[in-house]
């Protein structure tokens, strides 16, 4: 899998099969689009090519509208790579880009720098400047120049159609189980940790703190979590949201590793959201909060031992690298 930032060295991808689209967190619909552009691309000979936009577009049209992102370049590559696809174009959005109708960015980007040999498309697929190229333009102009495209339907969860903003809106509603069924895995978040107040470990809860998270972050509440460190999938409680007991209005995602030994502080740790337990909550007293937390431990075991198949290893307990 080769990931490319820029097309002017995309040497590697010209004449390949192409599916155009921001594939933001690659999911289940991502993912049927992509199995008929790798099954193409092999009938054909053809590399198979996926091009994103670096930033989404809308970062440079409408940037106080701009989605939060569901995955960063990297982890689309890297899924991506896992399904088949062997280019990865992460394009440069550029406002003269976003200024091409579909016809030009049909002769500049799709034949001239990609030189594609086919194409790939769902059926929402728009293209050009105020998106006024969709499919049936697109077929239109493969037509003329003797591309083949195929459009692949929606994939579909009973009557819903799966889709990045929908997955959006699960997770900022807390339901990261629904959202992990459109996308085929569990959410996950990357950040480093940084040292804390110190709370948690007062209260017999030391936690990681991440920060530098690039992505969306579940609503909030205490979730179920898995985290790997030294390559082992370790069960995590994790809090995110501020904390109005103690007064604190800032948002934080705070990791509880029940089964940890070492020091994480400055380590990038990529945490998965497994189950919501509960909607953030504010207590009369410390020691409400302390019988509560004990629950939400407790909650993160039962998942566990109720899902032995998510292979969470559990291990003698010394939380000395949190805070």
């Not at 689309?76 to 790579?81: D, E, H, K, T």
């Not at 009557?159 to 996308?183: K, N, P, Q, Y």
Request: aromatic share 6%.
């Amino acid at each position: 899998m080769q990931l490319v930032r820029g097309i002017v060295d995309a040497t590697g991808c010209h004449g390949g099969v192409v599916s155009i689209g921001n594939f933001d967190g690659v999911h289940l619909g991502h993912a049927r689009i992509v199995s008929r552009l790798v099954s193409r691309a092999r009938r054909s000979g053809q590399p198979a090519v996926v091009v994103t936009f670096d930033p989404h577009p809308i970062q440079l049209l409408r940037a106080d509208a701009a989605p939060p992102l569901l995955s960063t370049i990297e982890d689309r590559a890297r899924w991506l790579g896992e399904m088949g696809v062997d280019v990865l174009v992460a394009y440069p959005t550029t406002v003269e880009m976003l200024r091409l109708d579909p016809v030009d960015f049909f002769r500049e980007v799709v034949r001239g720098q990609l030189g594609a040999s086919g194409m790939v498309e769902g059926p929402n697929f728009f293209f050009g400047r105020d998106r006024q190229g969709d499919v049936g333009v697109l077929s239109q102009l493969c037509d003329a120049e003797g591309i083949g495209l195929d459009v692949v339907e929606p994939e579909l969860i009973g009557s819903e159609m799966v889709s990045s903003s929908r997955i959006r809106s699960l997770l900022v509603e807390g339901d990261v189980e629904s959202a992990a069924e459109m996308t085929g895995r569990p959410y996950s978040v990357r950040g480093t940790v940084a040292a804390g107040e110190g709370r948690g470990r007062k209260l017999g809860v030391p936690t990681a703190n991440l920060s530098e998270v690039l992505t969306l972050v579940p609503g909030d509440g205490v979730y179920v979590g898995a985290t790997d460190v030294d390559g082992r999938r370790q069960p995590a409680a994790i809090h995110v949201g501020s904390n109005p007991t103690f007064g604190e209005s800032a948002d934080k995602v705070e990791v509880h590793l029940l089964a940890f030994d070492g020091d994480l502080y400055g380590q990038e740790l990529v945490v998965q959201f497994l189950e919501r337990v509960r909607g953030t909550v504010e207590f009369e007293s410390v020691d409400a909060l302390r019988e509560q937390l004990t629950d939400d431990i407790e909650a993160v075991w039962q998942y566990v031992e109720a899902h032995p198949a998510d292979d969470i290893e559990t291990g003698e307990v010394d939380n000395s690298g949190l805070s």
